[in-house]
Every structure is written in structure tokens, then in C-alpha cells.
């Protein structure tokens, strides 16, 4: 899907740096979106829940912890520093959401307003990080970013037969992921959302740990950073 949607970018005349960072980026994260997606369709609301509490986990300590250990990671960016606080926003603001019993005497959900706010703060995310890109910063992340070639160079057609195949394996292997991960949690009698932070939570972040990992080894530490925080 990635390299479909990478290829589609630049048949379009997309730059090669909003690329990098929307579409790459996104498709790293399309694991962890169609496995919330359908266990929010099917009320496997737990281990939804679990999914990405356990994978924003695994991608800060396994992915920039598998990271660090090849190479050195410098934050030079101002992009990379400029998102720290607002990754540190974002959990605040989840942290805020989940204080139900004590604010309002209810059982912690996070309901349709709660989605809207969460989805309102992605978009002014996205706003920011696209404004800078256009304005074509000064900064050496988004040096190194302009300097990769794209994912691929092939015809349209192939592109968008890659973008339909790669969105069918992904609603396929999500659909597997919450049936076997709630089997799971049944026969180990353990509660879903353990299943989702333990296990699934690994699962949907191989790709931010394949992409950190090919970008310590050619020594682009700060790509690390910007996948794991974006991410």
C-alpha cells in the first residue's frame, strides 16, 4: 500500500518531502488504524484500546530503543523538537479524557466528542507540519527527507493495483488480528486489552521498527525520531 501510494504521489506531482512525511508516515501507522477501526465495529473496544496505548509503548521504547543502540540519535531538527511537546499534548489530553470516574462519577469511555477533539488536534498536527514543509524551512530533517528517492517510479495502473491489493491485505490481516487476539485472550483467561498492549501492540508496529531500523543503519538517526514521534 505504501509503495502504491508513495508511486500514485509522485505521478500526481507531489513533492518528495510531503510524501516522506503523510503518506509514508500514514502508512506506517495503517496497521494500528484498521485493527482499531474494525475492533471498534465489532465492540472489541478493549483491545482496540489496548492496540495503541501498547503500541505508542513499543514504538518509543522498542523502535527508538532498537534505534539508539545502532547509532547515536541527535535531535537536530527543529520539526523533531517542535513535536515533542505536541506528542506530550496528545497524551495529556488522552490522560484528561480517561478521568471520568473522578470528574464526572461515570465509567471511563472514550465516547464520539472525545473523537472529535482527538481528530480536531490531529488536523491542526498535520496544518503545522504541511505549512512548514511548503515554506520550505531551513531545517536538516526535512534535507535528508528531499534527498530520498521515492518509493516508486512504476505506471499508474500498477500503482493503484499495488494501493487496492495492499488495503485488502491490511482489512484482511486486521480482521485475523481481532479474531485470533480476542481468541487469545479467552484461552489464556486474560483480560483483551493485556492481549492488545502485549501482543497485537508488537505486531502493528513492525513497520515503524522495519523503517527506524533501515534509517539507523544509513545513519539517518533523526528520521528515527520523526518516524517514532509521528507515529
Partial sequence: ????????????????????????????????????????LRGETALAFG?????????????LGASALITPI?????IIRRELPLLLLATVVLFIMTL?????????????????????LFGIFIYITVSDLLRQQQDPLITRIDDLPLLSHLEKR?????????????????QLTIDNGSALAESLGVPPVIVGMAIVAIGTSLPE???SIFAALKGDADLCVGNVIGS
Fill in 51 to 63: 492496540n495503541i496505548t501498547g503500541s505508542n509503548l513499543a514504538n518509543i521504547g522498542l523502535v
Fill in 158 to 174: 500498477t500503482n493503484w493495483i499495488l494501493v487496492v491489493v495492499g488495503t485488502i491485505g491490511l482489512t484482511i490481516g486486521g
Fill in 74 to 78: 541527535a535531535l537536530e531538527g527543529k
Fill in 209 to 211: 521498527l522495519t523503517t
Fill in 100 to 120: 471520568d470516574q473522578p470528574l464526572r462519577m461515570l465509567s471511563p469511555v472514550l465516547d464520539r466528542s472525545d473523537g472529535v477533539v482527538m481528530l480536531l
Fill in 1 to 40: 500500500m505504501v509503495r502504491g501510494a508513495s508511486g500514485l504521489a509522485e505521478n500526481y506531482g507531489a513533492p518528495p518531502i510531503v510524501v516522506g512525511l503523510t503518506v509514508v508516515a500514514f502508512g506506517t501507522s495503517a496497521p494500528e488504524l484498521v485493527v482499531n477501526v474494525i475492533g471498534a
